[in-house]
């Protein structure tokens, strides 16, 4: 994980989300704690965690269990009565296993933009995010809250590269992604793939899973692909060129004008003749427009 996790939750929480001042607050705000019935509390469906451990749900819940939860969950109050978890929906699921019907809880007045920052900041500190479930909440606190990139960092506790670089990954083909998450692969692993063209992808990925593949390899594999490919069009360049200054010769001996000609990647470009008076371009003109 970035810069920021492996701390207290106390310093994961920065002063201007003015949610709580201290983490004191969690506990000590006996005014809001309360015993909610279960069945009047849903899920965020904003919530950036969508997987859910099924062998982990259990072993927390054989947990509460024989001890309780020892640490409330965090609602807001809709407008229609329920509750909205604003933090702690996997001690929610596993309470319902363990056959609960109330799970202590601190209820709070957020609205949608700060349900989302608590909820990325308590799954970051606990390590439950997968790089993507991350990358995708950072992309709707920027898209849906209009927040740039050194707000996030700010907010969140990251360096402003560590947020950029781990949006990138949504720029990756879905079935990168896909077999990202079957395989467990890291955001290291995934990142020197991004400006990889599809077909190298698919090329390189089962090597990477079934070699389990470290960071730093994948990387040097893929400077050394891009130093190739650059071979390659440099080649292909050079073979163009040669064909461009052959055209130019059969220009320059059709009607004795010095010619020059651009072109981009795609092909397209122009041509320039240079003619010294207006006796030179009538004589081109004339050239030009005369069938062979």
């Not at 604003?86 to 109330?102: I, N, Y």
């Not at 995708?136 to 590269?161: C, E, H, M, P, V």
């Not at 692993?189 to 079934?210: C, G, W, Y």
């Not at 360049?237 to 461009?244: A, T």
């Amino acid at each position: 994980m970035a810069k920021g996790l492996g701390r207290s939750f106390e310093s994961l929480i920065p002063s201007d989300l003015d949610v709580f001042d201290k983490v004191s607050d969690f506990a000590a705000d006996t005014a809001n704690l309360k015993e909610v019935a279960l069945d009047k509390i849903e899920p965020d469906p904003n919530q950036p965690r969508r997987k859910f451990e099924e062998a982990s749900l259990q072993a927390l819940a054989q947990s509460i269990k024989e001890h309780g939860v020892l640490q409330p969950i965090i609602l807001s109050k809709e407008e229609n009565g329920r509750y909205m978890i604003v933090t702690g929906e996997r001690r929610w699921r596993a309470s319902k296993l363990a056959g609960k019907d109330k799970i202590p809880a601190i209820i709070r007045s957020l609205d949608t933009q700060k349900r989302l920052e608590l909820a990325i900041i308590e799954n970051l500190q606990r390590e439950d995010l997968n790089s993507l479930e991350i990358a995708s909440a950072y992309l709707r606190l920027k898209t849906q809250f209009n927040l740039s990139d050194t707000d996030i960092a700010n907010k969140l506790g990251k360096s402003r590269s560590a947020v950029i670089n781990t949006m990138r990954l949504l720029n990756l083909p879905d079935k990168a992604k896909k077999l990202m998450l079957e395989h467990g692969l890291s955001e290291g692993q995934m990142r020197p793939l991004i400006k990889a063209t599809p077909e190298e992808i698919d090329a390189v990925l089962p090597k990477i899973i079934a070699e389990d593949w470290s960071a730093r390899k994948i990387e040097q594999y893929m400077v050394r692909l891009k130093a190739q490919r650059q071979a390659v069009d440099k080649a292909a360049h050079r073979q163009i060129d040669e064909q461009l200054y052959r055209k130019l010769d059969h220009i320059k001996a059709h009607t004795g004008f010095k010619a020059t000609i651009t072109t981009n990647t795609k092909g397209a470009g122009e041509m320039k003749i240079k003619f010294k008076n207006r006796k030179e371009l009538d004589k081109l003109c004339t050239i030009l427009t005369t069938p062979n």
